[in-house]
Every structure is written in structure tokens, then in C-alpha cells.
């Protein structure tokens, strides 16, 4: 039978320890940055789907109410206010343009916000999207 010595043990159990919360703030850190990337990515694709449904809606009934309640209703797993934006009027046979903005909240709020060559951390997010339809339906 062999003898364990329990003075080594404790110290690994120690160095474990250690290891384990100098380890723990950078797992936490990159799960928390997946997050908030995915949740941009969902938001980004929504606002982009918002401005097509804008842009679709004007290009056949060129009404700009229509277009952007439509847009509004083309996001429904975004909540509060876009702002919606077209290129010009939509004359038959030419392209209207919709651009769609929305501001979202981080879920946790390491949200990067970028600024010409400034980068912070904030607790809102803007998103653009745009959307392009030939008008006369």
C-alpha cells in the first residue's frame, strides 16, 4: 500500500486554485463578447430585413406610411422606434433606396462602440440596413 503524501496534495489543490481564478475573468470575458456578437448579429440581420420590407412595401404601393409601418412589422423581435429613410420618390421603373437605423441595448453591456478611432464600451448599439426595390410592383 502506498503512502499518499498529504502535504502535496494540498499545495495542488492550491495551485488549482489559483489557476482556476486567474483563468476564470478571461472565460467569462469571451463568453460575455459571443454573446453580445450574436446579439448584434440578430439585430443587424432584423434591421436589414426592416428596410427591405420598407423598401417593398413603397416600391408597390408607394405610400411612405404603408412602407414604414411595414418595415416596423417586418422586425417584429425588435421593440421601440427605427428610423426609416428613402432615397427619393419612386417613380415607375427606378430604385428606391430604405435605409433603416435602430438602437439596441447590450444584453451585458460590453457593447463596443466605435467611433471614427475611438473604441468604448457603451450600453447601446446602432444598427443600419438597407434595402432596394424597383418601384412600379
Known sequence: ?????TAATEKNRGAVAVEFALVIPFL?????????FAH??????????AAREA???YAVTDDWSLATQAGTDGAPSLSG??????????????TVTVTAEYTADSLTGFALNISGSAVSFAGTFTSTGVGAMRCGG
Open 1 to 5: 500500500m502506498k503512502h499518499r503524501d
Open 28 to 36: 467569462l470575458l469571451l463568453i460575455a463578447g459571443i454573446v453580445e
Open 40 to 49: 448584434a448579429m440578430n439585430v443587424q440581420i432584423s434591421v436589414t430585413q
Open 55 to 57: 423598401a417593398r412595401t
Open 81 to 94: 422606434p427605427f428610423s426609416f429613410s428613402k432615397s427619393g420618390d419612386c417613380a415607375p421603373d427606378e
